[in-house]
T-cell receptor, first 112, second 112 residues
Framework: AQSVSQHNHHVILSEAASLELGCNYS??????LFWYVQYPGQHLQLLLK??????LVKGIKGFEAEFIKSKFSFNLRKPSVQWSDTAEYFC??????????FGKGTTLSVSS | NAGVTQTPKFQVLKTGQSMTLQCAQD?????MSWYRQDPGMGLRLIHY???????DQGEVPNGYNVSRSTTEDFPLRLLSAAPSQTSVYFC???????????FGAGSRLTVL
């Protein structure tokens, strides 16, 4: 069965530090890839997505992610985090014709 | 457009009670789904529907029933609540051709 692995359960950073959250998936075919963010007390919002084309995708609030097909990875990055980036981040994968499968999430805590 | 509307936002049940979590969307989305979110587990798919009259099971369907009599509504029923069903439930929808899910605000259920 397909699966999505997020390597870090909890990441703690200071403001202005760089961020990279890992995401790997287990399927070798064509996939659609997503990162969702959930701010405290709120519902999930789409951060960015990859369907095809340029493997480096840019999302909202300065986030970007790179799809590396050979590594089955879709890592999320941000050069300089802010306190307002404190949230839970979910990687998700969708195969053609199937439902969206989520990773277990990474909690990011940013101290000011 | 109201988007995806979930009710109630909060509910406390006793073991063995039944209840229905409501989900409605006004975007004419064909696809609707229910997830549950638990700490350290991410979001897990309970049931989904690709259109009116069609439903299918997700990753964790046991203890839950769904129906899709209209395009707009996708209620989730707990026939006999158990403490293991204490969770936050999210309804999400999308158009048939799109891959981006729109999430509701969530329903927090506690089963005592």
């Amino acid at each position: 069965a397909q699966s999505v692995s997020q390597h870090n359960h909890h990441v703690i950073l200071s403001e202005a530090a760089s961020l990279e959250l890992g995401c790997n998936y287990s399927y070798g075919g064509t996939v659609n890839l997503f990162w969702y963010v959930q701010y405290p007390g709120q519902h999930l919002q789409l951060l960015l997505k990859y369907f095809s084309g340029d493997p480096l995708v840019k999302g909202i609030k300065g986030f970007e992610a790179e799809f590396i097909k050979s590594k089955f990875s879709f890592n999320l990055r941000k050069p300089s985090v802010q306190w307002s980036d404190t949230a839970e981040y979910f990687c998700a994968v969708r195969l053609s014709g199937t439902a969206l499968i989520f990773g277990k999430g990474t909690t990011l805590s940013v101290s000011s | 457009n109201a988007g995806v509307t979930q009710t109630p936002k909060f509910q406390v049940l006793k073991t063995g009670q039944s209840m229905t979590l409501q989900c409605a969307q006004d975007m004419n989305h064909e696809y609707m789904s229910w997830y549950r979110q638990d700490p350290g587990m991410g979001l897990r798919l309970i049931h989904y529907s690709v259109g009116a009259g069609i439903t299918d099971q997700g990753e964790v369907p046991n203890g839950y029933n769904v129906s899709r009599s209209t395009t707009e509504d996708f209620p989730l029923r707990l026939l006999s609540a158990a403490p293991s069903q204490t969770s936050v439930y999210f309804c999400a929808s999308r158009t048939g051709g799109a891959n981006v899910l729109t999430f509701g605000a969530g329903s927090r259920l506690t089963v005592l």
